[in-house]
């Protein structure tokens, strides 16, 4: 089947840190790859997303390599700051019009100043 | 570009009570709607969706239900609510090989 699974939190950390927050999933075909964030009382927006292996996704400092062969698209940022204090969702779609996503439990990122 | 309305924002109803949650979306035409609900601590479940007006795909059997009377509106409902029903619902829409899901701003049910 297909699934995402995503390290869990909370992720402290302190500002100008290095961050990265584990995923990797399982799926049929050739899936599309996607980071979401949900800051404080709002709904998820799209952060990067990877269409094929090898494609890196980037946006606002972070950053996402589509890892076929270990099945991963780890989200990484090399210096925080206490804006990017939100959760974070792993995120497949397995290529169907239906626009189906699956999608990880999400990891709550604290950033300290 | 596409904006979703959802409302009301936050809601408090009593056990037994019925629910209707309501998303409408603006600057896209036939888009793909769906109903997901975050419940603490257990991510985002997809709830349904729908491709067109009146096709409605349950993905969980639930207390809930739902319908898509318009081409940009999606409702969410139900009879009589449950304890379990709390939880953040997030409207979203996708256009058409878009590839991307845009998500409404939610709406936090507390069901005592």
Not at chain 1, 78 to 101: E, I, K, M, P
Request: charged residues 15%.
């Amino acid at each position: 089947g297909n699934s995402v699974t995503q390290m869990e939190g909370p992720v402290t950390l302190s500002e100008e840190a290095f961050l990265t927050i584990n995923c990797t999933y399982t799926a049929t075909g050739y899936p599309s790859l996607f980071w979401y964030v949900q800051y404080p009382g709002e709904g998820l927006q799209l952060l990067l997303k990877a269409t094929k292996a090898d494609d890196k996704g980037s946006n606002k400092g972070f950053e996402a390599t589509y890892r076929k062969e270990t099945t991963s698209f780890h989200l990484e940022k090399g210096s925080v700051q206490v804006s990017d204090s939100a959760v974070y969702f792993c995120a497949l779609d397995r290529g169907s019009t239906l626009g189906r996503l699956y999608f990880g439990r999400g990891t709550q990122l604290t950033v300290w100043p | 570009s596409q904006t979703i309305h959802q409302w009301p924002a936050t809601l408090v109803q009593p056990v037994g009570s019925p629910l209707s949650l309501e998303c409408t979306v603006e600057g896209t035409s036939n888009p793909n709607l769906y109903w997901y609900r975050q419940a603490a601590g257990r991510g985002l479940q997809l709830l349904f969706y729908s491709v067109g007006i009146g096709q409605i795909s349950s993905e969980v059997p639930q207390n809930l239900s739902a319908s898509r009377p318009q081409d940009r509106q999606f409702i969410l409902s139900s009879k009589k609510l449950l304890l379990s029903d709390s939880g953040f619902y997030l409207c979203a829409c996708m256009i058409q090989g878009a590839g991307e899901l845009f998500f409404g701003e939610g709406s936090r049910l507390t069901v005592l």
